[in-house]
């Protein structure tokens, strides 16, 4: 299996700008997470998907922030605006049937706002 | 809640044990562990589930004491490859799990 896969792998944008990162989940995994990493706030649960409906967004950090997952194997994470305070490393991951299952994590999306 | 790991780091030379721990104020019906390498995606260690069980995983293993809310990773006769920074997942109440601010490794040759 391929893993999760990310894309991009490093975003530069400038303050202001939308941006969208994508992630392509493992076959047949019902549950998609999104984490934010940063040195200080460690590595934080956004949002996670089960059967690609939302089950829990208490840790999207503001209205600026969205995801979408419109099918098995796509899912958007979009931040509009951005403001340089979003600088990161943005991982999705994946697990078979339930939160207490291994989660694969993609290569992350480094994300700069400058 | 985020749990809290200690030691926040330790440097080791190969071939000494280690021990990280990780503690929640909340009742914990799970709790997972992770290695992250820098600059890469954590990867899966191992889960305990609720029961105090203790898993291996090479040179690894871990514990889990539900009545402390508590777990411990054990790091023995370490490798260089055991370099990185391990977190502890915990999972709460609300289904979810919640990443302690991890505890970074070093062993040095």
């Known amino acids: 299996d391929a893993g999760v896969i990310q894309s991009p792998r490093h975003e530069v944008t400038e303050m202001g700008q939308e941006v969208t990162l994508r992630c392509k989940p493992i076959?047949?995994?019902?549950?998609l997470f999104w984490y934010r990493q940063t040195m200080m706030r460690g590595l934080e649960l956004l949002i996670y998907?089960?059967?690609?409906?939302?089950?829990?967004d208490s840790g999207m950090p503001e209205d600026r922030f969205s995801a979408k997952m419109p099918n098995a194997s796509f899912s958007t994470l979009k931040i509009q605006p951005s403001e340089p305070r979003d600088s990161a490393v943005y991982f999705c991951?994946?697990?078979?049937?339930?939160?207490?299952?291994?989660?694969?994590f993609g290569p992350g999306t480094r994300l700069l706002v400058l | 809640q985020q749990p809290v790991q200690s030691p926040q780091a330790v440097i080791l030379r190969e071939g000494e044990d280690a021990v990280i721990n990780c503690s929640s104020s909340?009742?914990?019906?799970?709790v997972h562990w992770y290695r992250q390498k820098h600059g890469e995606a954590p990867v899966f260690l191992m889960i305990?589930?609720?029961?105090?069980e203790q898993k291996g995983h090479e040179k690894i293993s871990a514990s889990f004491n539900e009545k402390k809310q508590q777990s411990s990773l054990y790091l023995t006769a370490s490798q260089l490859s055991y370099s990185g920074t391990y977190f502890c997942?915990?999972?709460?109440?609300?289904?979810?799990?919640?990443f302690g601010q991890g505890t970074e490794l070093s062993v040095k040759p």
């Open positions: 076959s047949g995994h019902d549950y």
């Open positions: 305990l589930l609720k029961g105090g």
């Open positions: 909340k009742a914990l019906y799970s």
């Open positions: 997942g915990t999972e709460n109440q609300g289904g979810k799990l919640i």
């Open positions: 998907f089960n059967n690609n409906v939302p089950i829990d």
């Open positions: 991951a994946s697990s078979r049937w339930t939160v207490r299952e291994t989660q694969y």
